[in-house]
């Protein structure tokens, strides 16, 4: 099976130039997690309410009346009187939420990993805060792509900084520790943690490659499976969490 947020996250780097003071790019990952969801057809609940439009995505990332901060990709209960709006191509409409009942936040990793780890560990785990702020049980899901290529480009403008292996280490350099770390001191605030490890450069022609996608495609199917029980679990009493 073709999944969607593999895709979108390997269209991220394929034959284009990557940014990565660009947030949007995450958020755009983040929500083919939905449509994967009801494509794998594993909650009978979840397909229902998405065919409804009683649960949408609330791609502003705000509850109306919830101070806390945005999150790549939030899905709850569309508040009532308002319109689902359809998007073309997506299954999954749009509109305002009231709660959130899965949260998806994702972090991309390309190049000076070590150098942002600790900024990005926070953000992870302050952002499963801010997903529960209010009332609810939302299932959390945690999406960081680690870069393994041999060397790497960033831009800032017409400039361009290149990895050298010495003062700005290589990708490859760093990758296990940045996942270590990562696995260690954000993966325990998730219900769902999953590690996009690929190879890209970042310079012309812009090639991209999984390290291992077998494993990649196990993995992500698996969390499919589990979010979809979860959900049953969770929200089967309407909307309210089973305990």
């Known amino acids: ?15 284009k130039r990557y940014i990565h003071r660009d947030s949007s790019r995450g958020d755009f990952v983040a929500i083919h997690l939905y449509e994967d969801l009801y494509t794998v057809g594993k909650s009978k609940l979840y397909l229902r309410r998405v065919e409804e439009k009683e649960r949408i995505l609330n791609i502003q990332n705000r509850r109306r009346g919830i101070a806390a901060r945005r999150g ?31 949260g998806v936040e994702v972090k991309i990793l390309a190049k000076a990993m070590i150098k942002q780890i600790d900024r990005v560990i926070g953000d992870l785990v302050k952002q499963v805060a801010h997903f529960k702020r209010g009332a609810g049980t939302p299932i959390c899901v945690g999406v960081v792509g680690i870069n393994s290529a041999l060397v790497c480009s960033s831009y800032e403008g017409d ?18 520790e940045a996942e270590v770390r990562l696995v260690a001191q954000a993966k325990p605030s998730f219900d769902e943690f999953l590690i996009l490890r690929y190879r890209a450069t970042n310079a012309e022609p812009y090639d991209f490659e999984w390290v291992d996608l077998p494993a990649t495609v196990l993995d992500y199917g698996a969390i499919l499976t589990r979010i979809s029980r979860e959900y049953d679990r969770r929200f089967r009493n309407n909307g309210l969490a089973a305990v």
């Open 159 to 176: 400039r361009v900084f290149m990895t050298n292996g010495k003062k700005h280490k290589h990708p490859c350099q760093e990758a296990t």
């Open 1 to 15: 099976m073709a999944y969607r947020l593999l895709e979108t996250f390997q269209a991220t780097f394929r034959g």
């Open 72 to 102: 790549d990709a939030t899905f709850g209960e569309l508040i009532h009187g308002q319109q689902a709006i359809e998007e073309s191509g997506f299954q999954v409409a749009r509109g305002p939420i009231a709660t959130v009942e899965i």
